[in-house]
């Protein structure tokens, strides 16, 4: 019998810190060891596949990434994940390991019971899921699925009668998980962690594991070769959406998210603030693209999460390649397209 080809499925919440774990995974992989890397994006601009790039280029080459973005992985399964799967798997050269990152939004139990479909099931094995946790934005309450923070959200909206989908989504991706790392520690202090990780605990699964990182920096020994076959064990990981709607597929009707183009700028530091001082006043979940800025031989990657902004040169722009600011914007529905431009598009025509 053909050994089945192990898959992690790395989850969390929007801005927790998956791109920079994967490509942490990547560089660190041992050397000639063939990995396939699958990406579902939440909007269209390709933004993470971009990142990950030539991160590890002797592991996982850039064909042997794919990019689902026409839609959460967890909505289409069956019309774009298990084709994908099938492509890969008939390729002559078979893969050593499978990652696949899922969106920020993405319910990880749908795509997890996937790996029972007879196309697959022979071939492939869940290794493990693993669910990124972002320690700073659970300090300040912003994605905790804790008591706490649910209470704050209900004094502060009359009309709130439920829990909020954000707590449930959150919940979902930790009763998921095999291993949760719990990111960005370097950004609280040791009784603020050790908080963190009370919650985190009272939500998790019994026996799960977690672990710190920041920067996505983990031992990989820790994440791969787990070996669980996480895939006959889904009974065991309950998703809110199921018990309550019956497993029927679901709709991200909750969030919103679109894309925009803006001309180059002249300083980055003004760039940094605009986007923090719009995400302030439009309350955006998450912004993530690139940005031009002249004079600079290389692209600025830019990832805010909250009112939290970063920014890095992480490649030099390519021959023929268009400098410009792409930016893909998320947040709960509806954002005001509109006003979110004009915004960004003042603040560009300020510094130019």
């Not at 693993?130 to 994605?143: C, N, Q, W």
């Amino acid at each position: 019998m053909t050994e089945k080809i192990p898959t992690t499925v790395i989850t969390g919440f929007l801005g927790a810190g998956k791109t920079t774990l994967v490509r942490h995974l990547l560089a660190h992989a041992p050397k000639g060891k063939r990995i396939a890397l699958i990406i579902n994006e939440f909007g269209d601009l390709g933004v993470d596949k971009d990142i990950l790039a030539g991160c590890g280029d002797e592991t996982c080459r850039e064909e042997d990434m794919v990019e689902l973005s026409n839609g959460c992985i967890c909505c289409t399964v069956a019309d774009e994940f298990i084709p994908t799967m099938q492509a890969l798997l008939a390729r002559p050269e078979k893969f050593d390991h499978i990652i696949i990152e899922t969106s920020g939004l993405a319910l990880p139990q749908p795509l997890i019971r996937a790996f029972n479909w007879p196309e697959i099931k022979a071939q492939v094995t869940v290794d493990g899921v693993v669910t990124v946790a972002d320690a700073a934005a659970l300090a300040e309450g912003r994605f905790a699925a804790d008591e706490a923070a649910i209470n704050r959200l209900r004094e502060a909206d009359e009309m709130l009668d439920h829990e909020t989908p954000l707590g449930e989504l959150f919940e979902d991706q930790l009763s998921a998980a095999d291993m949760v790392v719990i990111n960005k520690t370097d950004l609280v202090d040791a009784a603020t962690l050790a908080n963190v990780e009370a919650n985190l605990r009272a939500e998790m699964r019994p026996g799960t594991g977690l672990i710190r990182a920041h920067n996505g920096h983990v031992d990989i020994a820790a994440l791969l070769g787990l070996g669980l076959g996480s895939e006959a064990d889904i009974a065991n990981r309950p998703s809110h959406h199921e018990l309550e709607h019956g497993g029927e597929t679901h709709e991200h009707d909750d969030f919103d998210s679109f894309s925009l183009r803006l001309p180059a700028i002249t300083g980055k530091d003004e760039l940094l603030a605009t986007i923090e001082a719009t995400i302030r006043e439009h309350d955006v979940l998450r912004l993530k693209g690139f940005a031009a800025v002249p004079g600079a031989a290389a692209r600025l990657a830019i990832q805010a999460v909250g009112p939290r902004v970063t920014a890095y040169f992480d490649r030099p722009w390519k021959d023929g390649e268009a400098r410009e600011t792409a930016l893909v914007v998320i947040g709960e529905s509806p954002l005001d397209h509109a006003a979110i431009t004009k915004s960004l598009e003042r603040a560009m025509a300020a510094a130019a």
